[in-house]
């Protein structure tokens, strides 16, 4: 059995490939994708780690930034930063990754707990834990991060605790509604007529078919949190100075930028544009592989 559901998986994950290979912008996407996440698995190759942490960018001291050169091939920050750019751009890809995808996958779990025994129980069980859902979605999501980042210590990891804490919402709405869709389906009242548990309708008839719209955002919001850590990077509410971070780069080399050192902002900029640019155009193609009411508008076009 636990095979069979192996088989079925990889066959449907093979097919929802392929569609996405079919089309051009999905498959820019792809490559993009493709191309971080090799950076970041050859970054000691590439870039050959500063122990004890290899996220702490070795200093150039030099007075003022100096520009590419075949030994410092993104050139250097100046001073306070002093920083090797690209080296920060190779490590700070690790750092990306590690951090869309520990947010991103905490929050879709919150979500998928909260928002599924929300809509299957319903009643009073579902007043309160919407009420509490509602309660975060009423507050902008960066000027809670920044209000729950500034009050904790600067570190990594309560960056992502802050961002974990004002993402799952989004994700409790969507299962939420999701759920509500599925629940009354035939073969769920089937489930409940032959004495299934609750645990295995919910997570074995009722959220494999409403999944779908989280993965969606899912994969959108993996470079949006990128987007959004270096923004409290940048403010100085993410990690300590000195780390191999998008943001904290572009925010020690923004001083230089009207003395034409466009090189300190230029490099992690790209890097977290192209980030952001390959997530969008890959949740753009799932959409449309995974939504059928888009398939249907295909076709009818």
Known sequence: ?????????????????????????SRMGLFIIAGFILIAAAAPILAPPNYPDPYKIPKVF????????????????????????????IWGTRIS?????????????????????????????????MRITDVFLSLPGLILAMAIASIMERTLENMILALVIV?????????????????????????????????????????????YPVLVVASMDLGLVVLVASGLGFLGLGAQPGTAEWGIMISEGRNWLLQGAWWPIFFPGMA??????????????????????????????
Do not use: C
Not at 172 to 180: D, P, S
Not at 186 to 198: D, M, R
């Open 62 to 89: 030099s007075p003022e930034p100096l520009p590419p050169s075949r030994e410092h091939p993104f050139g250097t920050s100046g001073p306070p930063g002093y920083y090797d750019i690209y080296y920060g751009v």
């Open 97 to 129: 990754l590690r951090i869309s995808l520990l947010v991103v996958g905490l929050a879709v779990a919150i979500g998928i707990i909260v928002g599924s025994i929300a809509a299957y129980f319903g009643g009073i069980i579902d007043n309160i834990l």
């Open 167 to 211: 993402w799952w919402p989004g994700y409790a709405r969507i299962i939420r509604g999701e759920v509500l869709r599925v629940k009354n389906e035939a073969y769920v009242e089937a489930a409940k007529i032959v004495g299934l548990s609750t645990f295995r309708i919910i997570f074995r008839h009722i959220l494999p078919n409403a999944f």
């Open 1 to 25: 059995m636990v095979l069979q559901y192996i088989m079925e998986a990889y066959a449907g994950f093979e097919k929802v490939l392929l569609e996405l290979y079919s089309n051009p912008l």
């Open 272 to 301: 977290i544009f192209l980030w952001v640019l390959g997530w969008s155009l890959l949740g753009d193609g799932l959409r449309d592989v995974l939504d059928p009411r888009t398939k249907k508008r295909g076709v009818l076009a």
